[in-house]
């Protein structure tokens, strides 16, 4: 039973456009969740994250949108760079308390 | 401040072989995590700790023993590896649970 889906294995981009990465979750007792980024043979480092109070976390080039209806949440990366190619993973907790479950990741390709 | 180390970085085991993968962290953070992840998957939880001395399963604890003696470590004790054990190994860590998690660079297991 996967909780929180990433249906998008992979995604590419054009450097200086917008990349949309996108993630859905089935359990309405989430209410925090967050966006990890993963380069090859390093370790997911903590990217942005939102509660579910909210329906928008703006850090500067990266902007996470929650749809609590849809159970859908998006990450924006505006403008993408070469750098931003990495896996993405999205996670969600329940009762601000929780254990994070991880959708399986989007890897996204910024091409010069 | 090193954060989050793990040791080894790459480890090859024959099927019956044990071992130890060591985690440690800086931070003083109570919380710890291990989680594996396979090929195209995300991050799954093998085991969690809220502090010295307490631990809990995660969702694939399986095969795998922990404990935590220190808020500093928390070694991952694999008994009787099988090649359903090849993975790569992250441990984490966070000042609390279902929040912003620091994770170590892994351990590439292969059972053969």
């Known amino acids: 039973d996967q909780q929180v889906k990433q249906n998008s294995p992979s995604l590419s981009v054009q450097e200086g456009r917008i990349s949309i990465l996108n993630c859905d979750y089935t359990?309405?007792?989430?209410?925090?969740f967050l966006w990890y980024k993963k380069y090859p043979a390093e370790g997911p480092t903590f990217l942005i994250s939102?509660?579910?109070?909210?329906d928008k976390n703006e850090d500067g080039r990266f902007t996470v949108f929650l749809n609590k209806s849809a159970k859908h949440l998006s990450l924006h990366i505006v403008p993408s760079q070469p750098g931003d190619s990495a896996v993405y993973f999205c996670?969600?907790?329940?009762?601000?308390?929780?254990?994070?479950?991880f959708g399986q990741g989007t890897e996204l390709s910024v091409k010069p | 401040n090193a954060g989050v180390t793990q040791t080894p970085k790459f480890r090859i085991l024959k099927i019956g072989q044990s071992m130890t993968l060591q985690c440690a962290q800086d931070?003083?953070?109570?919380?710890m995590y291990w989680y594996r992840q396979d090929p195209g998957m995300g991050l799954k939880l093998i085991y969690y700790?809220?502090?010295?001395?307490?631990?809990d399963k995660g969702e694939v604890p399986n095969g795998y023993n922990v404990s935590r003696s220190t808020t500093e470590d928390f070694p991952l004790r694999l008994e009787l590896a099988a090649p359903s054990q090849t993975s790569v190994y992250f441990c984490?860590?966070?000042?609390?649970?279902?929040?912003?998690?620091?994770f170590g660079p892994g351990t590439r297991l292969t059972v053969t």
């Open positions: 939102i509660s579910s109070i909210k």
């Open positions: 700790s809220v502090g010295a001395g307490i631990t």
């Open positions: 359990n309405s007792m989430f209410d925090y």
């Open positions: 931070m003083n953070h109570n919380y």
């Open positions: 984490a860590s966070s000042t609390a649970l279902g929040y912003e998690q620091y």
């Open positions: 996670a969600a907790s329940a009762n601000q308390g929780g254990k994070l479950i």
